[in-house]
């Protein structure tokens, strides 16, 4: 995987941003491509990478330490669980929690 990036870096050089305040986002992805929908696991995957140009992650248009809430009562990932792994199950529990910490 690693070496599929570097090779895809290197041909599409002119996308790595020069500036300081952007950088290249880079997203390795799987996904199951069985011809039929179900709950198993797939027998045929495809593995792929988008990259892509971006500026700065905050409106601020900096890259400025942002505070965070450490609660035990709200865990994202567990023992056993898939916090470990890009799935979008991952973020929908954490927007409420993204509210409390804003108060």
Known sequence: LLKCIAEMIRLDKDWVPSSELSSLYIRPTMIGTEPTLG???PRSAKLFVLTGPVGPYFSTGSFKPVKLLADPSYVRAFH???GDRKLGANYGPTIS???IAEQ
């Open 80 to 82: 056993g669980g898939s």
């Open 97 to 99: 929690v993204q509210k």
């Open 39 to 41: 709950v198993q696991p």
